[in-house]
T-cell receptor, first 113, second 111 residues
Framework: NAGVMQNPRHLVRRRGQEARLRCSPMKGHSHVYWYRQLPEEGLKFMVYLQKENIIDESGMPKERFSAEFPKEGPSILRIQQVVRGDSAAYFC???????????FGSGTRLTVV | KNEVEQSPQNLTAQEGEFITINCSYSVGISALHWLQQHPGGGIVSLFMLSSGKKKHGRLIATINIQEKHSSLHITASHPRDSAVYICASNAGGTSYGKLTFGQGTILTVHP
C-alpha cells in the first residue's frame, strides 16, 4: 500500500510559466490537503479537497493558484504565471476521514528562475 | 486566530541524552500533531493526540489541554533522530486538516 505520492519531486519553471503539482493520496483516502513551506518559514495550510469538491481554500492565494481533486486521478495544484515568490516546497497530505490522522507526501520543490 | 509556538528553535544534544521539545497553542483545539521532517525530505506524522500521553518506541508525546501545552520527548537520543520537529494544531473549531504549524525545532544529535 503505497503512501502519498507526489510528483515531480523537483520542478524548475521560468517566470510566467505554469506549474502543475500532482498528489496521489493513499489508497482509500478521499480527503486531500495542500500545504506550502516557503524558504525559512513554517508550513502553511492552502486548501482542503474531497473528491470533486473544494471544501476550504482559505489559505490559497486568490490569484494564479487553483486546485482540483477529480473523481479519477490525482489531485492537482496548479500555479499559473509563476513568480520567484512561488518558489517553495509544496506538500500534500491525505486522510480517510476529515478528522483522522494525516499521511504526508515527500513534497514537490518548486524553483522559479 | 490560533497561534502555535515551539521552543527551543534549535537544540543540540549528545547521543543518549533525554530531549524535550515544547509546544504552546493559543486557542482550543481538537487535536495536536507532532511531525518530523528531515532536511530536503518529506514529512512524517509521529503523533496525533487530543488528551493525555502517547508513546511510540523512544518517542513520547504529552498534552495538557487546560494549559494549552504539549511536549515531545525523545529518550536515549541517537544521531538518526536529527531532524526538524514540528507541532501543529487544528485551527480552533475545525476538525479537519486545516492545520496551524509551529516554526519547528531543529534537533541535532551528535555521536
Amino acid at each position: 500500500n503505497a503512501g502519498v505520492m507526489q510528483n515531480p519531486r523537483h520542478l524548475v519553471r521560468r517566470r510566467g510559466q505554469e506549474a502543475r503539482l500532482r498528489c496521489s493520496p493513499m489508497k482509500g483516502h478521499s480527503h486531500v490537503y495542500w500545504y506550502r513551506q516557503l524558504p525559512e518559514e513554517g508550513l502553511k495550510f492552502m486548501v482542503y479537497l474531497q473528491k470533486e469538491n473544494i471544501i476550504d481554500e482559505s489559505g490559497m492565494p486568490k490569484e494564479r493558484f487553483s486546485a482540483e481533486f477529480p473523481k479519477e486521478g490525482p489531485s492537482i495544484l496548479r500555479i499559473q504565471q509563476v513568480v520567484r515568490g512561488d518558489s517553495a516546497a509544496y506538500f500534500c497530505a491525505s486522510s480517510d476521514q476529515g478528522d483522522g490522522g494525516y499521511t504526508f507526501g515527500s513534497g514537490t520543490r518548486l524553483t522559479v528562475v | 486566530k490560533n497561534e502555535v509556538e515551539q521552543s527551543p528553535q534549535n537544540l543540540t544534544a549528545q547521543e543518549g541524552e533525554f530531549i524535550t521539545i515544547n509546544c504552546s497553542y493559543s486557542v482550543g483545539i481538537s487535536a495536536l500533531h507532532w511531525l518530523q521532517q528531515h532536511p530536503g525530505g518529506g514529512i512524517v506524522s509521529l503523533f496525533m493526540l487530543s488528551s493525555g500521553k502517547k508513546k511510540h518506541g523512544r518517542l513520547i508525546a504529552t498534552i495538557n489541554i487546560q494549559e494549552k501545552h504539549s511536549s515531545l520527548h525523545i529518550t536515549a537520543s541517537h544521531p538518526r533522530d536529527s531532524a526538524v520537529y514540528i507541532c501543529a494544531s487544528n485551527a480552533g473549531g475545525t476538525s479537519y486538516g486545516k492545520l496551524t504549524f509551529g516554526q519547528g525545532t531543529i534537533l541535532t544529535v551528535h555521536p
